[in-house]
């Protein structure tokens, strides 16, 4: 029997806890009515998947004792970027060793706690069990972690279901530690695994946690080369949503119906250079995806769309100089702004790669782990030891104010109605001019 197979057959557990179809009805209504599209950031990298926020005022310095509105302690060290809807946000983190997901209101109390299963440790010191971020549409939220365990909630807290697809597919193989958030489409919530062995895509149905499709994704690569830890984007292809996805050395899009392939570009490792996984994200700006890969040393510009294998009349750029590693890149006002591992900043013209300016930050031992965003014109570049230079979005490069934090910041900064929450080690801060208000009394 296949994996599919077994999955549909239920070879291991899937919880369905229904609701009143009143109630839920009521809780869509009221959570569709407190929460304007705009000023939400559901996933790991905000609404349009390109880590810019929705225009508003944003603070630019602060202190450990200036404009930090709230502070919540977290039970666990994880690594999630918060996702927001409305008054609530929502992360992930372990709870004395089970991995759990977790709602804090937008005022930093929190509302409610779910563990899930066992936690599986990181290999890394800047990672955790807890790497994905979680995923809301506004209906539900939807969380994964390293151990397998994947589970959908609705916004109170309720669950839906609960499943590991560990245990229903298999461990993966990577060499370091899982980290690719799921994706939604309007039906299903998508996982992908790439690594050594087989890799594949599946989606399961958001309001049961059914397997819909899976298909496999395997390329022969140089070592760890089919490694990933990039979150695909849901992309628009001849009018239909499809799922991009960039690992093992090409970028795939499919369709979200199905799961099959659209197009295929490769040749991203002629020299079939081992060691060379992918851990930024690409980033879709205008008719063109910037996929930073080669340990931070290659950068490169592919223009979407096509059928079948793409790789001679799609790959639009490429370039030596430059790339990043890890923060993977934000797109603003038709410019992609690309932080690279060691501090350095650069403003590119996608369908060139040509950079429009550049600057650095002062020289540390401490990197950047976090990807860029940008909110009001300005630029959040966030680094591992809890500092967050702040420079303008419009070139030349100048740097505005540099914040300090008396935490570890690994996950990405979160610019959302006019507060930046920043998710560390030990908490979550909420950074802004004025308080938010109770709900209660609003």
């Known amino acids: 029997m296949n994996s599919q197979a077994r999955g549909v057959a239920g070879v291991v557990r899937l919880v ?48 450990a004792t200036n404009h930090i509105l709230w502070r919540t302690p977290l039970p666990g060290k994880g690594c999630s970027t918060p996702a927001v809807w409305g008054e609530r946000i929502f992360l992930t983190a372990p709870v004395k060793g089970q991995d759990a997901a977790l709602c804090i209101s937008d005022f930093g109390q929190p509302l409610w706690q779910k563990t899930l299963g066992a936690e599986q440790t990181a290999k890394h010191k800047n990672a955790s069990g807890s790497n994905p971020s979680p995923v809301t549409d506004g209906q539900g939220v939807f969380v994964y972690f390293k151990s397998g365990s994947f589970a959908g909630f609705d916004l109170d807290g309720t669950l839906r279901w609960q499943t590991n697809l560990v245990e229903r597919f298999g461990p993966d193989t990577l060499f370091w530690d899982y980290g690719i958030s799921p994706v939604l489409t309007e039906k299903h919530v998508i996982i992908t695994l790439m690594h050594h062995g087989e890799s594949w895509l599946a989606a399961f149905d958001k309001a049961t946690g059914e397997l819909r499709w899976k298909v496999a994704r395997n390329y022969v690569t140089p070592t760890e080369g089919d490694n990933s830890y990039a979150t695909p984007i849901v992309i628009q292809h001849q009018g239909q949503p499809a799922l991009l996805v960039w690992g093992a050395t090409h970028l795939t899009a499919h369709s979200t119906d199905d799961g099959r392939l659209l197009w295929d570009c490769g040749g991203f490792n002629p020299e079939a250079k081992p060691y060379w996984p992918s851990v930024a994200s690409p ?11 080669g340990r931070g040393n290659l950068l490169h510009g592919v223009k979407l769309g096509g059928s079948g294998n793409v790789t001679a009349t799609h790959r639009a750029w490429d370039r030596t100089d430059t790339g990043a590693y ?65 420079t303008k979005a419009e070139g030349p490069f100048q740097l505005l104010a540099t914040n300090t934090l008396d935490d570890r910041l690994i996950a990405s900064p979160v610019p959302v109605n006019n507060r930046l929450l920043l998710r560390g080690e030990k908490a979550l801060y909420c950074i802004g001019e004025t308080a938010a208000a109770p709900a209660s009394s609003r």
């Open 326 to 390: 890890t923060p993977t890149p934000a797109a603003s006002g038709g410019q992609v702004f690309l932080l690279r591992d060691e501090g350095e900043l650069l403003c590119l013209d996608p369908a060139t790669g040509k950079t429009l300016w550049s600057g650095a930050f002062p020289k540390s031992s401490n990197k950047f782990y976090a990807s860029p965003v940008v909110a009001d014109g300005n630029i959040y570049s966030t680094r591992e030891d809890g500092v967050v230079f702040v």
């Open 283 to 293: 980033v879709v700006c205008g008719d063109f995806a910037v996929i930073p890969y």
């Open 16 to 63: 369905r806890l229904r609701t009143s179809p009143f109630l839920l009805a009521a809780t869509l209504l009221l959570s569709h009515l407190s929460a304007p599209a705009a000023d939400n950031w559901p996933r790991w990298r905000g609404p349009r998947d390109n880590g810019t926020a929705a225009p508003g005022t944003y603070p630019v310095t602060w202190s």
